[in-house]
């Protein structure tokens, strides 16, 4: 036989068990879509590029043993594929096709006999996956007071709401913003004193906001944002019948238009759901919506999905729970307080009747690792105000908490830091 016997480590009759010195591992990593594996060997295998098709020894014996990783944790998007190359493959014939799809996935397979012949000892799909923490803070910022603003304020990691913070950036409204980095936060796109412009603030893992960066892409007001891919942001069309996103990347760098997908619109919502993924919602495109778009762990957006909750403009959502979203409030021609929760799969619920004050031209922000914070915003009677509802991880809309904060509109939030 072609494999290395080693050592019962289990020290019991009959139990033959494989060690780390039982395999010789290849110190090349597999990048290419074929690979000729032998017995006896360990391979770590990337499929970022590309599909690998592994094809396994003609002659085996009883006992072979052969080993892969997934290298890179992308399986899930390129697959491993075995050819038993004539020989069974769990007792099936090598004319059925056997893919491994999941990320983070180790593969030990051991040749038996004829009858059955490749049988995997172990094919674990790997459940602790290493995950950025969760966001423990927030910040609202930007807006519209009675004349635009750019002052800002935190959200600590028990929701409460601190004092205004004087301006840094250029005072606009209605931008948006998403969380990148795993711990920073940005504000991008707006309307300043010029009209509609593409500069970006940062935030640090320390709230603290960042002087203007002239941006890239259009300038455009009524975008929105959301992270996406654990790192990375996400923002997506706009006012002006705008079909676009450009994606921000984990060191907080807007990247060129790109031509998107789904109905144009501004004044809508996003949120991260899932692990990795995002959510857009709900808009104006000349009359209210009710669409969502889905926005995959690569930052790609999917067609429309229509008839999710009453169509409506100028809300706000964020991420609760860890893996769900909530939205919430808004105009549907009249100011509402109504709550469409988000399952763990992209699945936008039906319409919940709210709590707290109805509202129009607020901001969203998860906090606390598992929890949502709603602030700002106009009410029913026009008249701008700070209060906040906090979101417990659960989706449940607490009652109104006094605002801390000037009161304003066309506000937009992050969440940022993972340290509370």
Known sequence: MSGKIVNNVFRASGVIAATPGGLDWSTAVVTGSTLSASAGKGYFINTTSNACTVTLPSSAEIGDQIVFVDYARTWSTNNLIIDSNGNNFQGSDDTYTVDYSTAGQSLNIVYS????????????????????????????????????????????????????????????????????????????????????????NLVSNSGVVASNVTGVGTSRAYAEGASYGGDKGIIAYGEDNLRLNNLVTNVGVVG???????????????????????????????????????????????????????????????????????????????????????????????????????????????????????????????????????????????????????GREQIKAAGFSTSA
């Open 113 to 200: 006999d004829s009858t059955k012949g490749w049988l995997p000892v172990s094919d674990d799909a790997v459940a602790d996956v290493p995950v950025i923490p969760p966001t423990q803070k927030a910040i609202f910022g930007f807006g519209y007071v009675d004349a635009l603003t750019g002052v800002t304020n935190l959200v600590n990691s028990s929701g409460v709401v601190a004092s205004d913070v004087s301006a840094v950036g250029t005072a606009k409204r209605s931008p948006a913003a998403t969380g990148y980095g795993g711990d920073k936060a940005i504000f991008v796109y707006g309307v300043d004193a010029d009209g509609a412009n593409n500069s970006s």
């Open 256 to 406: 060129a238009d790109i031509t998107g997908v789904g109905t144009v619109r501004g004044r809508h919502a996003a949120a991260e759901y899932g692990v990795g993924l995002a959510i857009f919602a709900f808009g104006y495109n000349g009359s209210n919506i009710s669409i969502s778009n889905l926005v995959n762990t690569s930052g790609v957006v999917s067609a429309d999905v229509s008839g999710i909750g009453t169509a409506r403009r100028t809300l706000a959502a964020a991420g609760y729970g860890g893996d769900k979203a909530v939205f919430g409030y808004g105009y549907s021609g009249s100011t509402v307080s109504l709550k469409n929760l988000v399952s763990n799969t992209g699945i936008v619920a039906a319409d919940v009747s709210g709590v707290g004050t109805a509202r129009t031209y607020l901001a969203a922000a998860s906090y606390g690792g598992d929890k949502e914070i709603f602030g700002f915003g106009t009410n029913a009677s026009a008249a701008r105000t700070g209060v906040t509802n906090l979101v417990n991880s659960s989706g449940v809309i607490a009652s109104d908490v006094s605002a801390v904060g000037t």
